[in-house]
């Protein structure tokens, strides 16, 4: 459901501590320090926020594992550093590991360390990031990414609580409590078998979805107000609200980039002191120059003229007929494809084209599978120009 917070608890290793969370039942508060500090972390007033919130000062007291999952720039480090905050592990520290930018080879020596003349180079003892994380959190960053080989490995040692840093006879115990985010398609990628399902489960023992910033469009004037102060503080100018005609504008963008776009923008808006960034900004964004719906990449009447002026300088309306026409077809195409998960079969009978003119078609078009969970265009099922079913 779109604006929605899930809070899901595998059905394998739940605590009972806990399990009222999964019933999603709001929970009766005093507003207290940590309430308000969470607040001033995490800004957010709309209903999946308030209650991610509440998660987190609960899940602090657990010490369960907690995968959190979410578009890139919703917030989902932000949320694991403060689930560490409000644990009693607090005064110890949170490790992250970058799971993106470590290669095979590195991985293990990384995660688990090495003992001096484990190899060629290895001059002396390192430990690893469990070891440095122990007693306190570990962090492990765009889980996805791990490559399937290591999957193993990483879940040998969540399950044993113990490994053994290269070239060392004895296993070292570790205490840390584990935290995951990503930000890709586990579901997806579970069903490709390029994530192991045994892993999922033993990370996922408490899941958490940070909605994109385009389904909780209300925190959009909150989090402008939060950022505009924080730069201004930086960059020693006097607070100066947005115009209207911006913050209409922001509220209808559909902000691909998240919370991080949004931050960025009102960083070079007070940096320059002028607004007019975000027209550039949203003006390289847009893939098309059609608004959908308040959904897509927004535009100025002003930007789309003067494309149009550019683009008929160059083409004829007949050429431009047909590239329309193309771009068209590539769009539909994407996102059947899109929604059906890339089930061609279904996608062929949704589109009424035979399968191998699918298969053509996707070739033709140069139509890739997103590694990311949504779209590159995102087009609501049941609005006009999509050919599918309202969900
Ligand atoms: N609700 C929020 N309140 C205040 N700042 C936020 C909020 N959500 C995100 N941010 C800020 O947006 C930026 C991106 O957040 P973060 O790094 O946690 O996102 P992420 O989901 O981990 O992104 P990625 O998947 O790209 O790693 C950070 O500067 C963070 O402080
Ligand atoms: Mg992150």
Redesign the pocket.
Known sequence: MPGTACVCFSRSNFYPDCLNLAMEKPIERSPDRDDKELDSA???QAPP?AQIKRHILRLGKCDLTVLIT?E???????VARAIHKYSPRAQKPLIKVNSAALPTDLFESELFGFEKGAFTGAFKKKPGKFELAHSGTILLDEIGEIHFPMQAKLLQVLEDNEFSPLGSTTNTRIDARVLA?T?ANLGKMLSQGRFRLDLYYRLSVVSIHIPPLRERRDDIDL?CH?FLRKYAARYGREYKPLSDQVRKQFYEYWWPGN??EL?NVIQTITALGNEEIFYEKTRNHAPSGVPRNGRGPMMTTGAVTEIAAKLLTKYSLKDLRKKAARKAERDAIADVLYYTDWNRKKAAALLKISYRTLLYKIKECAIEESKHNYPERVVEPGSPGCLLPSR
């Open positions: 995490i800004v957010g926020m979410g890139s720039g919703t917030g989902k480090e932000l985010t930000n989090l939060h919370v991080r931050e």
